[in-house]
């Protein structure tokens, strides 16, 4: 895989040289995204991801690092869901909430072996990054162990419908048998021509899906 990268005005790569070429890109809070492709409208699109499949262009999602050992503690101080319970390799659709309790953003949070990963949105990062600053330094002022990191080198691809497996057992180096076994919202570390990533189950498109994060210039 490996094409070449596209810069959106916010200075963020975008992995988007298909969708520029056929053309499909759109600015999306300065992000060069693809929308629909010349002859393709937004209802064939849609009916294509629930008959077949279709790749989702994710790099507007923003991802921060939670680190230290009371991270899931700290983190459910801002989001509505039990995030403690987790396993490693599991991950939570939940709310991000501000100060009111009112919502910021919707995320997911998942649990790796050394720190909580938090996917969001790009347009809120500048509220999302200084309540987590924030917050942050109130639990080290109470003896907590927490630091916060915006990842800038991560991106996200993601294939969703019903034959969303097919595709992903040719793409990744994991067996049918493997996809079958991973249940929503679990991760597998994987390999993509060569390219280690990670790949979760799950997507909002209603059907069947699979995500792949990875680095950003290598995916």
Known sequence: M???VQQGVSGRAV???????LPAAIRFHGLLLPFAYE??????????TRTCASLFDLAY???YRIRGDNAAQFLERLVVGDIQSLLETESRFTL?????GGIEDDVIVAVHRDFLLIIGNACNKSKILSRLDA???EARGRGQTVTVEAVEDYTLLSVQGPQAMDVMSQAVNLSNADLVRMPFMSS??????GVACVLTRCGFSGEDGFE???KLRKL
């Open 2 to 4: 490996g094409p070449p």
């Open 15 to 21: 992995a988007v040289p298909l969708s520029v070429d």
């Open 39 to 48: 002859g393709e409208g937004v209802v064939s699109s849609h009916l294509h």
């Open 61 to 63: 999602r923003q991802h």
């Open 96 to 100: 991000f909430t501000n100060e009111q």
């Open 135 to 137: 917050e942050a330094a």
């Open 188 to 193: 597998y570390l994987c390999s993509v021509e």
């Open 212 to 214: 792949v994060r990875g």
